[in-house]
């Protein structure tokens, strides 16, 4: 018939393309490739850019979210009075109560921070969060958590930066319940050209 023969003579051709699952090698780059983080190095310069205050704890701090409610009203504190939704944005943390004044434990469902360790206060001294937390490596130089979790006993340590080759990562999850503290790694011995080694301090970003 004349639409066979018409198939027939464009010779066409058909291929069954299969994905490649492979997973890529990264190369190894060293930092002298790649452009200095834009980034101010000096934490003067970073506190007036990010409106960070001084943090209870040490560091420097500012709240960009929180369920609810408008961000650094509560000044890092659960709001319940001022959270419009409740319903919604306001859930159980079990553990909360004993913590709180009026044995409330509701929090809001989703708070996130900016938190600021700096060369003069490079400590995240020792805490137990009762509900999940997860830090994210946002610049600077790399932090270091030790994470130990009193129900299996286990002892890990991980540290947050942009070094990916060395193990470094640019998450640490950390869950309720887990007890964490932290350092920033300072190395006096980094080459001058290192995209770090300049900083006063590490941007970690939070939620929770």
């Known amino acids: 018939n004349h639409h066979a023969q018409q198939y027939n003579n464009s010779k066409v051709t058909s291929k ?3 994905p490649d699952t492979r997973i890529p090698t990264l190369p190894i780059h060293t930092h002298s490739q790649f452009p200095v983080m834009p980034l101010p190095p000096k934490i003067k310069d970073l506190i007036p850019a990010l409106n960070l205050i001084p943090h209870p704890e040490g560091g420097f701090f500012v709240e960009t979210y929180r369920s609810g409610c408008e961000p650094m009203s509560t000044m890092g504190q659960t709001g319940l009075d001022c959270c419009e939704n409740p319903d919604i944005n306001l859930v159980v943390a079990n553990g909360r109560a004993q913590n709180r004044a009026d044995n409330n434990e509701r929090r809001n469902a989703m708070t996130s921070i900016y938190w600021v360790p700096t060369i003069k206060s490079p400590r995240l001294f020792l805490a137990y969060n009762c509900s999940d937390h997860v830090h994210y490596y946002q610049g600077g130089l790399p932090f270091k958590y030790s994470l130990f979790d009193p ?6 340590q991980v540290t947050l930066g942009p070094e990916l080759h060395q ?3 640019l998450q640490v999850v950390v869950k309720g ?5 932290g350092i920033m790694v300072v190395d006096h011995e980094k080459e001058s050209n290192d995209a770090v080694a300049d900083y006063e301090y590490t941007v970690i970003g939070e939620a929770m």
């Open 16 to 18: 069954i393309l299969i």
């Open 151 to 156: 129900a299996s006993g286990e002892f890990t």
């Open 167 to 169: 193990g470094q990562k």
């Open 177 to 181: 319940g887990i007890w964490k503290c």
